[in-house]
């Protein structure tokens, strides 16, 4: 499927991604993990809007890395700085500059292999991946073809390399 014919679909709620030429339409995620990516989309706008630094936004909403090999991931959160909103039309047309994923037993290993790859590849410069069971927060810098991986647990105020001066810490993202 073309990316042109995927996106010529009518709108929807329903997460659906194009993986190649492979439509992949996961069932809504669990109360949990909604709750998680609500926490942090509250937390990262009250900490990105009032200094003007883009836009963050949460799932559905397609993001398309490459016309050929037609791929098309939806993110569970997403930020674009404000010097590349360009790329926000009706859906993103390229990398943003965070993508974080809130983990489950069903998406974990697509998201810790997979979308992390493709993340790099095509220019994210954070992944953040977030274990509601561990209740940790793992982010990735990609830095060139180096890969900077930190972890924060209870009690540690995350930091991003791309969001300067965070005021929140893993708990908080817990703290649903």
């Known amino acids: 499927m073309s990316v042109d014919r995927f996106l010529r679909g009518p709108e929807t709620l329903q997460r659906r991604e194009l993986l190649v030429d492979h439509v992949r339409e996961p069932p809504a995620p669990f109360?949990?993990?909604?709750?998680?990516?609500?926490?942090?989309?509250?937390?990262?706008?009250?900490?990105?809007?009032?200094?003007?630094l883009g836009r963050v936004c949460v799932a559905p909403v397609d993001v398309v890395l490459d016309r050929e090999p037609a791929l098309v991931l939806q993110p569970d959160l997403l930020f674009v700085s404000h010097e590349r909103m360009s790329i926000v039309r009706q859906q993103v047309w390229g990398t943003p500059d965070i993508v974080i994923e809130v983990l489950s037993t069903a998406t974990e290993r697509r998201d810790r292999t997979m979308k992390v790859r493709w993340y790099r590849k095509y220019g994210a410069r954070e992944c953040w991946l977030v274990h509601p069971r561990d209740r940790r927060v793992e982010v990735l810098t990609f830095d060139g073809g180096r890969t900077r991986r930190r972890r924060f647990t209870t009690g540690t105020r995350i930091e991003s390399a791309v969001l300067?001066?965070?005021?929140?810490?893993?708990?908080?993202?817990?703290?649903?």
């Open 164 to 176: 300067a001066e965070l005021a929140f810490t893993a708990d908080d993202v817990f703290d649903v």
């Open 31 to 52: 109360w949990t993990h909604q709750a998680i990516v609500t926490r942090l989309a509250v937390l990262l706008d009250a900490h990105v809007r009032p200094r003007n």
